[in-house]
């Protein structure tokens, strides 16, 4: 069982940046695979990104390559979401995911970035 609690979300303007934090409850945190999904008004939720456990593997969606970086701490039980040059269609109620080896998931209550232009 994990606990996720996402911060670090607020109103940026365009061209800004944010840094989103998800703690983690819990003993095994380094065992978990971590993502970060984002849910738009009036759309479903996407991935953004994901992490392994090591921080040595990760993968993000075409619309957040090269401006988002996904990291982690284990020794903290603490997953990153940096997020720079920040785009109006960025805005969105930003999830911590995490799911484990049995392939169970887990999402924290979300955390609000709003973009404006």
């Known amino acids: 069982q994990v606990q996720l609690v996402e911060s670090g979300g607020g109103l940026v303007q365009a061209g800004g940046s944010l840094r989103l934090s998800c703690a983690a409850s819990?003993?095994?945190?380094?065992?978990?695979?971590m993502g970060w999904f984002r849910q738009a008004p009036r759309k479903e939720r996407q991935f953004v990104a994901v992490?392994?456990?090591?921080?040595?593997?990760?993968y993000y969606a075409d619309s957040v390559k090269g401006r988002f970086t996904i990291s982690r701490d284990n020794a903290n039980n603490t997953v990153y979401l940096q997020m720079n040059s920040l785009k109006p269609e960025d805005t969105a109620v930003y999830y911590c995911?995490?799911?484990?080896?049995?392939?169970?998931?887990?999402w924290g209550q979300g955390t609000q970035v709003t973009v404006s232009s």
């Open positions: 995911h995490a799911r484990n080896r049995w392939y169970k998931d887990y």
């Open positions: 819990g003993r095994t945190f380094s065992s978990y695979v």
């Open positions: 992490i392994n456990w090591s921080g040595r593997s990760t």
